[in-house]
C-alpha cells in the first residue's frame, strides 16, 4: 500500500567553499537549495494523486536570483530523491549556471482535457520571453532525473507541442544527462527557441549535450531540436515514439538546425531532417524497427534549407513496414553529398517485398554508398527508385558485412551482401 507524506521542507542554501591553496586562487562557490514545498513519499511505483506543486515550485524559483547569477557561485537544486507533482510544470526563467538533479517530476495533466494543449513538464525559459531580447538561459544543467506524463499512447499528437518532458526555450550551453522522460504527450525533448512569435533577439540553442537519456513512450518525437546550433546527443534510446525520433527543423524564424552530432543512438522509428544547414554526423546508430523510410532527409521538398553535408557511418537500420513501399535511404536536399559509410540495412518481409526500395536519392543530393551491406528475406527488391540523384556504391578488399542469427523456423532465408551496383 502506499503512503504519502507531504512534508515541509524549508529554503537551505549551503555554500561550499574551495581554495586552491598552492595558487591562492579561490575556485567557484557551490550553493545547494531546496524547495519549501511539498514532495511526494511513496513506497514505490507513480502517485495517482497528490497536490500540484507546480505554482509553488516556480514563485520559489522565482526567488533564487538566477537572472543574474555568475559562474563563480553556481546554484544546484538537489532533490536528493524527492518527487515532486507538477501539472502545470516548472518554468526556471532565464537561469544561469543552474542544475536540477537527483529527483523526479510527475505530471498528471492530461492536455486532452485543456484549451491550451498541455505544458512542458520542466520549461528552461528566457526570462522576459515576450519582450525584446529576451534574457537566455546559460550553463544550465539537468541530470538524474525521472520525468513522467501520462499519454497513454495511439499515435501521433501532432498539437501537443508544448506538453514536453523538458523545453529549453533559448537556452545556451545546456546539458541533459542521465534522465529518464516517459509518457509525455508532447517530444521528450522540445529544444527551441521561444514558442511564442519570433522575438527579436530570441536566440535558439547553442552547444548542447544530451548523454545517457532514456526515452519511451512519447506523443510527439523522441527528440525535435529546432534551429539548433552545435548539439552532442549521446548513448541516448527511444522507444514507442508517436511520430518520428528525431526531428530536425527550423525555427519559426527560418533558423536552420547547424552542427548535430548523433553516437551510439537506438531508435524504434526514423530520423527526420527538415531544415539543416550545417554538418550532421551520425556515427552508431540502431533502428530497431520496420520503419520506412529509416532516415528522412526532405529539406528541399519543403522549400526549407538544405543539408549541405550528411554522414552515417557504423549503423545498422531496419526497414520494411507494411504501410507502403517506402526507400529505406530518402536523402533529397543534400547538395556537398551524402556518405553512408560501414552500415548495414535489413530489409525485412513485409506486403510489398518485391517494391521496397533501398534507397531514393534526390538529383541535387549526390550519396556514396561506401563498404555498406545488405540483409534481407524478400526474394527481390528495387535498389533505387523515386529520384534521380547520383549515386554511388563502393566496397573495398577489405569488406565484410557482419554475421546475423539464423532465421526463425519456415522463415525465409536470410541474404546478407554489400549494396547493389545503381541501375542505369
Known amino acids: 500500500m502506499k503512503r504519502r507524506l507531504f512534508i515541509l521542507f524549508p529554503v537551505l542554501a549551503v555554500v561550499v567553499m574551495t581554495v586552491a591553496f598552492g595558487g591562492g586562487t579561490a575556485r567557484a562557490s557551490t550553493i ?3 524547495a519549501p514545498c511539498n514532495n511526494i513519499t511513496e513506497d514505490g511505483g507513480t502517485p495517482l494523486s497528490s497536490t500540484d506543486e507546480s505554482s509553488c515550485l516556480t514563485i520559489w524559483l522565482a526567488t533564487l536570483g538566477l537572472e543574474t547569477n555568475t559562474s563563480a557561485t553556481p546554484i544546484v537544486w538537489d ?3 524527492q518527487s515532486y507533482e507538477v501539472d502545470k510544470g516548472i518554468t526556471v526563467a532565464g537561469a544561469q549556471y543552474f542544475t536540477i538533479q537527483n529527483g523526479s517530476f510527475y505530471n498528471a495533466e492530461n492536455p486532452d482535457t485543456v484549451a491550451y494543449g498541455g505544458t512542458p513538464t520542466i520549461d528552461l525559459a528566457g526570462a522576459k520571453t515576450y519582450s525584446k531580447n529576451p534574457i537566455n538561459g546559460t550553463n544550465d544543467t539537468l541530470q538524474n532525473l525521472t520525468i513522467e506524463g501520462t499519454y497513454p499512447g495511439g499515435g501521433l499528437r501532432a498539437s501537443m507541442e508544448n506538453a514536453a518532458g523538458i523545453l529549453t526555450e533559448g537556452v545556451q550551453n545546456v546539458t541533459i544527462s542521465n534522465d529518464n522522460i516517459s509518457y509525455s504527450w508532447g517530444d521528450a525533448l522540445h529544444l527551441a527557441p521561444y514558442l ?3 522575438v527579436e533577439g530570441a536566440q ?6 544530451v548523454n545517457l537519456v532514456t526515452i519511451n513512450h512519447t506523443g510527439r518525437c523522441g527528440i525535435a531540436p529546432i534551429g539548433v546550433d552545435a548539439l552532442n546527443i549521446e548513448n541516448t534510446s527511444m522507444s514507442g515514439t508517436g511520430y518520428c525520433a528525431i526531428d530536425m527543423e527550423v525555427d519559426s524564424g527560418n533558423t536552420p538546425v547547424k552542427a548535430v552530432t548523433l ?3 537506438t531508435t524504434d522509428s526514423f530520423i527526420e531532417l527538415d531544415g539543416v544547414a550545417g554538418p550532421i554526423v551520425i556515427n552508431g546508430w540502431t533502428e530497431t524497427a520496420n520503419e520506412d523510410p529509416d532516415l528522412l532527409d526532405e529539406s528541399d521538398r519543403n522549400n526549407k534549407n538544405t543539408v549541405p553535408d550528411l554522414t552515417v557511418e557504423n549503423s545498422a537500420v531496419h526497414c520494411g513496414e507494411t504501410s507502403g513501399p517506402y526507400p529505406c535511404w530518402d536523402i533529397h536536399g543534400t547538395p556537398e553529398g551524402a556518405v553512408i559509410n560501414n552500415s548495414v540495412t535489413l530489409m525485412a518481409d513485409n506486403a510489398y517485398q518485391n ?12 550519396t556514396l554508398f561506401n563498404d555498406d551491406c545488405v540483409s534481407t528475406n524478400l526474394g527481390t527488391y528495387k535498389a ?3 529520384g534521380s540523384g547520383a ?4 566496397a573495398g578488399p577489405d569488406f565484410t558485412c557482419p554475421t546475423l542469427p539464423p532465421p526463425a523456423p519456415g522463415d525465409p532465408a536470410i541474404t546478407t551482401g554489400p549494396f547493389p551496383q545503381p541501375r542505369n
Open 32 to 34: 545547494t537549495v531546496s
Open 79 to 81: 532533490l536528493e530523491g
Open 196 to 198: 511564442v512569435p519570433p
Open 204 to 209: 535558439s540553442l547553442t552547444t548542447g549535450i
Open 263 to 265: 553516437t551510439n543512438v
Open 355 to 366: 517494391n521496397t526500395p533501398l534507397w531514393s536519392v534526390g538529383a541535387d543530393s549526390p
Open 384 to 386: 533505387g527508385d523515386g
Open 391 to 394: 549515386v554511388t556504391v563502393s
